[in-house]
């Protein structure tokens, strides 16, 4: 019996001092969230930060010119000489789309539509087709367009 005894006491003292070998490192290593920043990044009051500055970056080297005659690219168109025309130009492109949408049957485009129509923006201004327009989405049960059917028969109410 005193030799098991002894055994296990030999075995114990090896574990312990296995484990205090692996924990006595990274309990040593450990540090909190403010020593391990305080190292990435010191306060500009700082004192010691002076000396510890980093040093200054180089310039940036310019970048390397381009040949002239290459036709890999495609040129950017030039930008408009009237802004006006732009969003007019960008208008009638929204519009289009919103139209080929609608035609699909994607109710968010159906309801914007019907929303341009009701009010003439960028379209002309044509209440039965917009709310032709709004009825359809709403038909898909699109929330905004059932609002503003709802909005709109209580203002006919009044």
Not at 133 to 154: I, N, P
Request: glycine share 4%.
């Amino acid at each position: 019996m005193w030799k098991v005894l002894h055994t296990m006491r030999r075995i114990f003292a090896i574990l312990l001092s296995f484990a205090a070998v692996l924990l006595v490192p990274s309990i040593l290593c450990a540090q909190s969230a403010r020593q391990l920043t305080r190292r990435v990044v010191t306060p500009a009051n700082d004192p010691r930060s002076a000396s510890r500055a980093p040093a200054p970056k180089p310039a940036p080297t310019p970048p390397a010119p381009v040949p002239a005659n290459t036709n890999t690219a495609v040129p950017a168109p030039p930008p408009p000489a009237d802004p006006e025309k732009a969003k007019l130009e960008t208008l009638k492109k929204t519009i289009e789309f919103q139209k080929k949408r609608a035609a699909e049957g994607s109710p968010s485009a159906q309801y914007e539509l019907g929303l341009r129509y009701l009010n003439g923006d960028g379209v002309e201004k044509d209440g039965a087709a917009g709310m032709k327009l709004l009825e359809e989405s709403a038909k898909q049960d699109y929330t905004l367009a059932k609002r503003k059917l709802d909005e709109l028969k209580e203002k006919k109410k009044k």
